[in-house]
């Protein structure tokens, strides 16, 4: 896969979520990788300006990574590149049917999201 300025796809495999603020260990989950992978990952993105790590106000064991202005704009400059190889990974790669069977697992996977989010 594309490397994007140093890059790994396994640890920038969230970066199609424009998440602005959340767990670190979420985005290990989101990334799967293991809460200190996901901490390591979180680190060097720190550590680039993308993201700045805070303790949750009221429990200060849970740590709340923030995208910068920085990250934001490097994840929004990394779609087209994502965006791409999807198309040509997935979308290409599948059958007119396997596509039909994508698009309805998608609409339930939506149902699901929508039916939890109330």
Do not use: C, W
């Not at 979520?17 to 390591?40: C, E, F, I």
Request: no cysteine; charged share 25%; proline share 3%.
């Amino acid at each position: 896969m594309q490397q994007q300025e140093g890059f790994q796809a396994r640890s920038e495999s969230y970066r199609g979520y424009v998440v602005q603020r959340g767990r670190v260990a979420a985005h290990g989950a989101v990334a799967n990788l293991p809460q200190p992978g996901s901490s390591h990952v979180v680190k060097r993105r720190e550590q680039r300006g993308l993201v700045r790590r805070n303790p949750l106000e009221g429990d200060g064991r849970i740590t709340v990574a923030t995208l910068t202005e920085q990250g934001h704009a490097f994840m929004i400059d990394a779609v087209p590149a994502h965006v791409e190889k999807v198309r040509e990974y997935v979308i290409d790669a599948l059958t007119s049917e396997q596509l039909d069977q994508l698009k309805e697992i998608s609409r339930q996977a939506a149902r699901i999201e929508a039916d939890r989010a109330g």
